[in-house]
């Protein structure tokens, strides 16, 4: 196919690659031409003046008929390495902290370039902070926003991920979770976000009730959303401190659901409160490598003593890795 194009001597060919794909203009879609002497860099639109001028001085604006190329190329294909990023729904999170916005921007338009599921880049500019577990971000490239839906286990969760909380990372683990829950359950979601452990058990294992709480009014908009959504039936969403909240559903959960994984400890007496005789806590939390379990396991069981309750531990599991030497880890453990 005919299209306009740079054609520049093969020794300067590779700077001027570089430009192109910098100005977001170089069409990866097609293949580079080339003849014995030249290169020809095809153009996906008109060049401004001020990005000629920027080329090496040999570049002209030619004509070429160029073929398309047959395996697009990887974002390692053109970068010449893998860039880190994380997909939720159709948004890439940029992993790497260390990227100046030259290097984020053109990383950007490559995977927009070679991804037709990506619509927007974002560059996380904080870690997971605060109460409600959130980052700010920058909008690298692509559309200009921060809410998508995600796709998980046949349920779609609509989210925006600069005012509620979501990880795709833990989507194994929450399919892990289903196993321990029966038809007819009470189960109690103390932390619930925007919902994707309650809405993938109350869809898949029938439990009597599910209670989804969240501080954060903005979780539980989306949460109240995502339950509409996927027709997930017997979930009462409910925006309130879990500490509170669980006063009211004292005594009636097969299952508790902590995940909060930095603070859990803190809830303990509220989670054990909420567990039925027989019933189990499912304990998410952040722990050192020579102390995964002992200590986290030490609290639960000083919890349940202060109220008259034993413990018996039913499994120690290592979630995943979180940084250098700390884990996330979840211990299920029932209250007698
Ligand atoms: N379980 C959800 C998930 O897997 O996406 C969310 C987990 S996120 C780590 C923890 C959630 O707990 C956040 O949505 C935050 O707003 C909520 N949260 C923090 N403190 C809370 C509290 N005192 N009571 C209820 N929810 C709380």
Request: aromatic content about 8%; overall charge negative.
């Amino acid at each position: 196919m005919e299209r306009q194009c740079i054609k520049i001597p093969k020794k300067k060919g590779e700077p001027a690659r570089r430009i192109l794909l910098d100005f977001e203009i170089l069409d990866i879609s097609l293949k580079i031409g080339s003849d014995e002497s030249f290169l020809y860099l095809p153009l996906s639109r008109e060049l401004l003046l001020h990005e000629l001028t920027e080329l090496p001085a040999e570049a002209k604006l030619a004509e070429f008929n160029f073929e398309p190329q047959k395996n697009k190329p990887t974002p390692e294909d053109i970068l010449g390495f893998s860039p880190a990023y994380e997909l939720i729904g159709d948004v890439a999170l940029l992993e790497d902290s260390d990227l100046d916005s030259q290097k984020a921007l053109r990383i950007a338009y490559v995977l927009l370039q070679t991804h037709s599921n990506i619509k927007t880049v974002l560059r996380p500019l904080t870690p997971v902070i605060g109460e409600f577990r959130l980052r700010d971000f920058e909008v690298v490239a692509g559309e200009p926003r921060t809410e998508t839906v995600h796709r998980e286990y046949g349920c779609r969760y609509k989210v925006d991920l600069a005012k509620a909380y979501f990880t795709p990372r833990l989507s194994t683990e929450r399919s892990r979770i289903l196993s321990w829950i029966k038809e007819g359950d009470v189960v109690v979601d103390m932390f619930a976000g925007v919902g994707p452990y309650s809405i993938l058990l109350a869809k898949s294992k029938k439990p009597s009730k599910v209670v989804a709480i969240d501080k954060n009014p903005v979780a539980v908009h989306y949460l109240i959303e995502n339950i509409t959504f996927n027709s997930a039936k017997n979930i009462e969403a409910i925006e309130g401190d879990a500490r509170e909240e669980a006063k009211k559903f004292a005594g009636t959960a097969d299952h508790v659901i902590m995940n909060l994984p930095h603070n859990a400890y803190e809830f303990l007496d509220s989670a054990v409160l909420l567990t039925k005789p027989g019933g189990i806590i499912h304990y998410y939390g952040m722990t050192p490598e020579d102390d995964l379990f002992e200590s986290s396991i030490k609290l639960i069981r000083e919890a349940a003593e202060k109220a008259g309750r034993q413990v018996e531990v039913l499994e120690e599991r290592v979630v995943r890795s979180y940084a250098p030497h700390q884990y996330n880890i979840c211990i299920e453990i029932r209250i007698i």
